[in-house]
């Protein structure tokens, strides 16, 4: 691992992953990218829109923060000794809060980290594995992480942030640094850093999120760069396929028991 601006890239993670074949892909089977970095442009970009329309509709108290972040269960609660009625979450039919999480942010500290640590990180992966796979581990870590979030968060909180994804961009690239056996010291310092980070401010961090999306990094990764050379595609998507519905069954038994409760 080479130290960068922020974060660490990996060289030989690139030049294994990018190793182009006769139809121009990458060693991992995706279609090699012209610009490794674009797809992540389009994220940060898509992430601040979002952001810029939360500020001027209100900060915390815009509606479309209420309509975008992710709550597990709304309804009614006791508060105070009164009762008040909170903007309706998964359990009541906003399944899209799971995606759009991912995409809403209120801090500036906040969306600047993520979208600084989706810039350092996501070039890297997208070189190595082609932009179809890349987004596949993005945003199938970030799914995961809502899951988490759906069964270890409070059930009437409030989680915004691509931490999720980004933790997970974070397991594939040490997955796939560990199977072309480079130099995985300083990643390993760094997500160990970032973390210690998560816990040390547990009450202003979704740690739920950051293990979720972490793990599935991990799983991702190793389906993508550990599935055998021969029908390497067909593993994939065998893969990726198990993957999306060990989540999807865990969101819905998790909406079950809150739609019961």
Request: overall charge positive.
């Amino acid at each position: 691992m080479r130290p960068a601006a922020v974060g660490f890239q990996c060289p030989s993670c690139v030049r294994e992953g990018s190793r182009q074949t006769r139809s121009g892909r990458t060693a991992y089977g995706g279609r090699r990218s012209d610009d490794p970095a674009l797809t992540s442009q389009v994220l940060i970009g898509i992430n601040v829109l979002v952001w810029l329309a939360i500020i001027v509709t209100g900060r915390d108290s815009s509606s479309l923060l209420r309509v975008l972040a992710l709550r597990p269960s709304g309804g009614t609660v006791p508060y105070g000794g009164q009762l008040f009625r909170l903007p309706n979450g998964v359990a009541e039919g906003s399944y899209w809060q799971l995606l759009t999480v991912m995409f809403t942010h209120v801090e500036v500290w906040h969306i600047g980290f993520n979208m600084v640590a989706l810039y350092a990180l996501g070039p890297t992966l997208e070189a190595a594995v082609g932009r179809a796979r890349f987004l596949a581990v993005y945003l199938g870590s970030g799914l995961a992480a809502s899951a988490t979030i759906l069964w270890l968060a409070p059930v009437h909180g409030l989680t915004v942030g691509a931490s999720g994804a980004i933790f997970g961009l974070m397991g594939a690239l040490l997955v796939l640094a560990v199977k072309v056996r480079g130099d995985v010291r300083g990643l390993l310092t760094w997500i160990g850093i970032n973390f210690v980070i998560t816990f040390v401010f547990v009450g202003q961090i979704s740690w739920q999120g950051h293990v979720g999306g972490f793990v599935a990094g991990v799983a991702l990764g190793a389906v993508l760069v550990y599935a055998p050379k021969q029908r390497r595609l067909a593993w994939q998507l065998l893969g990726l396929a198990a993957f999306a519905l060990v989540v999807l069954v865990a969101v819905l038994v998790r909406i079950a028991v809150l739609a019961g409760s």
